[in-house]
């Protein structure tokens, strides 16, 4: 199955992405709230 080895590395990939996306979002809103 080349699909599943194909797409294994994305599902291994997007939890990390994810966190990433969420650790940048919690970071700009400290900073839009230290900026009031």
Do not use: D
Request: net charge positive; hydrophobic share 70%; with cysteine.
């Amino acid at each position: 199955m080349p699909l599943l080895l194909s797409v294994l590395p994305l599902l291994l990939l997007l939890p990390s992405l994810l966190l990433l996306f969420l650790l940048l979002l919690a970071l700009l809103l400290c900073c839009a709230g230290s900026r009031h």
